[in-house]
């Protein structure tokens, strides 16, 4: 099983509310408890030591009769809600706010009385030497008189108040804590909406996208880093699927535009063989199959120099060279085919000579492909005009002429690889469809551009540009 983040993440929240929830019930009870005993025992104590000093101070000077001083007493135990004593050094009460002792009064004597069992606190919680049924907290000040000690004040409060008071505390620390707890849910949900969910899209996208699916779309909406993750894998989905298209294409015209020839090769060297075509006819129909073979050679040739050229960072044999002068070369090639279509090339070239800085073979390859192209493509008896001009520091080379012309819904497809238009595969069966794109392929390396301007009917001129010689040698 794959351990997803989801309930990761929700176990460690749990884990965290389970030892919050430990932290809080271990410590923070005996924390309260300590703080709530010692700050009701030093208010008890402040007091005991104000009675002591007043009251008790005046009982034993005489200064103020015992019922005063009992009176007064009561009324501050029931305002404090308190047990207020008042203890002999020999440890007999003499006076109690929760019952009443008279003066002389013996019988509550309290036998292991020892005013010094706090030690060094200033209370001391218990049953207070086995005078209370409860538990209690009790604070001792000492009454003295010409340095002496006289007696003590003892005030007592039941330890259940001070229980209840820090219940009440824990109960209000419990329901933050739940709501503390409840509320670190929103972390939780925003956890999964915007890590956990897209995250999921995401991981699915990948999966999809190595099970060879490149046109699953991962939906991430969001304008955060998911998203930009998201939009970045569709795009490198989306390209790879380009490629995997163009691939597919480009194997299925490889292998119909090897089929065509092979088929009728084969077909015409059966009939031969077979005696369909008479031995008289042979030389014709031979011609047809070099012509066919010619086709093969030349698509072969095709396919090997776009295999070369395509390799990234195509080796350039760069070189100052005259541009004129590989016109003029070109054109002397075609002369022959020229002349069989009457037609005449026609060359306007800027000065004697005009240099740039290219590959020559490359760039006279382009040129001898665009003639072809322009030979081709051309009625009987019409011109065709290679022309060369400088402008803003480039060089323009420029191929025109006056024949068929291309549709305007071709013109974005005609330097794609194999494409032919309609037309040029009904009248050229030659053409391979390689010619434009290696021309391409071949400017792009150079960082060059190529523009056509065709009309049906009229004709078709192709300019590329060119880097002039003296750029690079200043
Ligand atoms: P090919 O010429 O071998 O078919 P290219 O790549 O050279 O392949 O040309 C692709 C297509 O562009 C041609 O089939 C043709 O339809 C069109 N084309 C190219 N040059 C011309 C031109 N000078 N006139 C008309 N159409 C052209």
New binding site residues.
């Given amino acids: 099983m794959r351990h997803t983040l989801y309930p990761k993440f929700l176990l460690a929240y749990f884990i965290f509310g389970v030892f919050s929830f430990l932290a809080v019930t271990l410590f923070v009870p005996r924390i309260t408890r300590d703080y709530l005993i010692s700050k009701t025992a030093q208010s008890l104590y402040s007091e005991a030591s104000l009675i002591s000093r007043t009251y008790a101070e005046g009982l034993y000077s005489s200064k103020a009769s015992f019922e005063t001083v009992s009176l007064q007493l009561d009324a501050l135990s029931v305002y404090m809600d308190a047990d207020i004593r008042i203890i002999s050094n020999g440890g007999y009460i003499i006076l109690d706010t929760a019952q009443d002792i008279g003066p002389n009064d013996t019988s509550s004597f309290i036998p292991n009385f020892d005013p010094s069992t706090s030690g060094a606190s200033y209370y001391l919680t218990g049953d207070f030497f086995g005078t209370f049924d409860e538990e209690v907290l009790s604070v001792i000040s000492p009454i003295t008189s010409d340095y002496l000690t006289k007696g003590y004040v003892t005030i007592h409060v039941s330890m259940d108040d001070i229980e209840k008071d820090c219940n009440a505390l824990l109960n209000i620390t419990y329901i933050s804590l739940v709501i503390i707890f409840l509320l670190s849910l929103i972390i939780l949900i925003f956890f999964a909406r915007l890590i956990y969910l897209p995250l999921k899209k995401i991981t699915k996208g990948a999966e999809q996208y190595a099970d060879g699916n490149f046109h699953y779309e991962v939906n991430v909406e969001s304008r955060d880093e998911m998203g930009y993750l998201a939009a970045s894998l569709n795009y490198m989905a989306g390209k790879i699927a380009d490629s995997e298209d163009e691939q597919k294409k480009f194997i299925a015209n490889v292998s119909h535009d090897f089929r065509s020839p092979l088929t009728s090769i084969k077909g015409y060297l059966e009939a031969m063989l077979d005696g369909t075509i008479p031995p008289e006819m042979h030389e014709k129909y031979l011609g047809i199959v070099l012509n066919e073979t010619d086709r093969l050679t030349k698509l072969t040739n095709g396919l090997l120099s776009l295999n070369n050229l395509n390799t990234r960072g195509m080796h350039l044999d760069l070189s100052d060279f005259d541009i004129n002068d590989s016109i003029r070369k070109v054109a002397e090639t075609f002369e022959g085919t020229c002349k069989k279509k009457s037609i005449a090339i026609e060359l306007v070239l800027m000065g004697d000579e005009l240099m740039v800085h290219a590959d020559k073979g490359r760039i006279e390859q382009i040129l001898y492909?665009l003639t072809?192209?322009?030979i081709?493509?051309s009625h009987h008896d019409s011109v065709i005009k290679i022309e060369t001009a400088e402008k803003k520091n480039k060089i323009y080379v420029s191929v025109k002429?006056s024949?068929?012309?291309?549709p305007p819904e071709?013109i974005g497809m005609?330097?794609n690889r194999f494409?032919?238009?309609d037309?040029?595969?009904g009248k050229?069966k030659k053409?391979?469809?390689?010619?434009?794109?290696i021309v391409k392929e071949i400017l792009t390396a150079h960082e060059e551009n190529i523009n056509v301007i065709?009309t049906p009917g009229e004709?078709?001129e192709?300019i590329f540009s060119l880097q002039p010689a003296d750029v690079d040698e200043i």
């Fill in positions: 492909n072809d192209n322009a081709k493509f002429d024949g068929i012309g291309i071709d005609i330097f494409y032919k238009s037309a040029s595969r050229d053409g391979t469809g390689l010619g434009l794109s065709s004709g078709s192709f």
